[in-house]
């Protein structure tokens, strides 16, 4: 008995306390959540969304995107070292690099001539701020330049800027940020046109996992439009602005399936040229072949399912023709890695 006395003694003492302890942190406030106070120029670039047609999109690495991009010879060339991009003209006579400046440690945009048969040395970009810059590309007027820029300018991480070379001065003009649909609060890294085939092509890694972006392949605006405010709501406007569905942007059928024809060309135009212009050993020339008809065939998967009926009908034969075809040159890849095996076998022996 004495032992179940000492148990209810301890516990009487122990309870107020413990009670108390107990009311005190229920009591005890809650620590505030807090308040993120967005950036007021989202609602006024929000209210100027511009009204563009995205016909498709490919996520792709981000070290190394550029390689799906099917620039025309007439547009120019982008290249990309890793996290920097670079862009030459048609006549390869006036490039823009990326480079990283140690001091600032922020990346610049520089600018150098193809003179006396070599390249002069490379000047920093007159007229662009001191900001980080990146990915220029220069229109074939040779005037308007499109280049991604983090800082004060900039609503999130990299956003779309444009300027235009102003040949009284020789610099160009103040850099006006784009706006939305190519600017947000991730970081929005490329605007190229091809104006050869009326397509563009927009780079972001908005709601990408990390080391990932996705392209957006677009039909360029001869004219700026917009979405009237007045007649999307608010939250319609956030997903247009931020291209949560790329079929909302759809206006005209007729006119996507026929850009959509045109990306097409111009991807198969670029992996011939690529074919052409590389030394390939036999198994390296199938595979590259395999990898482009796999990347082929994933986006004509990706479109079916939201195809119409009578566009299901067509690619339904061209899918499985494709994947016949896939299947023949994987077994053409097997016996040529069989048959350089034999002769590594053979050397060796």
Known sequence: MKRYAIILLALCLLWPAGADAQRRK?????????????DPRIQQMLSSTQKVVFIDSIVANKKDFLRHIP??????????????????????????TTYFNKKDSACHISQSDYIGNKWTAPQPLEGIS??????????????????????????GGYDI??????????????????G?????????????????????????????????VCIYIFIPNETRKIYPSETYSESKLRSLAAIERIADSWDKKADRNQALDRFYAARQQRTKAEMTNATFTPLEALRHQAETLESALQLARNYYARASKAERQKLRHEILTSEQELETLQLQIRKEVKKQNAIIYKDNN
């Open 130 to 155: 001191s900001a980080s810059a990146n990915f220029p590309f220069l229109m074939s007027d040779g005037i308007t330049l499109y280049f991604a820029q983090q800082g004060p300018n900039s609503i």
């Open 26 to 38: 229920r009591n005890a406030k809650k620590p505030a959540k807090p308040v993120v106070v967005e």
């Open 71 to 96: 620039l025309s010879k007439d547009a120019g060339y982008l290249e990309q070292n890793d996290s920097l991009g670079q862009f030459t003209n048609e006549l390869k006579d006036h490039r823009l």
């Open 180 to 212: 939305m649909p190519f600017s947000s609060t991730a970081n929005d890294y490329l605007y190229a046109i091809d104006e050869a085939n009326n397509l563009g092509y927009f780079v972001t890694d908005r709601r990408q996992p990390a080391g990932k």
């Open 161 to 178: 800027f444009v300027t235009r070379y102003d040949s009284d001065t020789g610099t160009y003009l103040k850099a006006e940020n784009l």
